[in-house]
Nanobody, 121 residues
Framework: QVQLVESGGGLVQAGGSLRLSCAPS????????MAWYRQASGKERELVGI???????NYADSMKGRFTISRDNAKNTVYLQMNSLRPEDTAVYYC???????????????WGQGTQVTVSS
């Protein structure tokens, strides 16, 4: 079964930057929207932002102007560029996509296992 694999997390000081990547473990037949979520310890998972297949983006208010989502459709890869990081951005970041693995399959939601981002003050 295809899995989404995130990378790029780590420890960074406040004000720093990180770039996360997410790609399926093997090429999928069709991918629609791709999104990033995050979940801080003791809190519910929240949407960071989403990018459509055409490249349109939408972000949660607290991430606007600091976070940028992009995608490479040829590589089935989505990126999350995070700038001006704050301690409150500390969380596990997950990617999510609505896709189908083969021509005859139904679209379904896929999640990655998450990558930890820790921002120190």
């Amino acid at each position: 079964q295809v899995q989404l694999v995130e990378s790029g997390g780590g420890l960074v000081q406040a004000g720093g930057s990180l770039r996360l990547s997410c790609a399926p473990s093997r090429k999928m037949f069709s991918i629609n929207s791709m999104a990033w979520y995050r979940q801080a310890s003791g809190k519910e998972r929240e949407l960071v932002g989403i990018i459509t297949i055409g490249g349109s983006t939408n972000y949660a208010d607290s991430m606007k102007g600091r976070f940028t989502i992009s995608r490479d459709n040829a590589k089935n890869t989505v990126y999350l560029q995070m700038n001006s990081l704050r301690p409150e951005d500390t969380a596990v970041y997950y990617c999510n996509t609505n896709a189908r693995e083969t021509w005859g399959a139904n679209y379904r939601s896929y999640w990655g296992q998450g990558t930890q981002v820790t921002v120190s003050s």
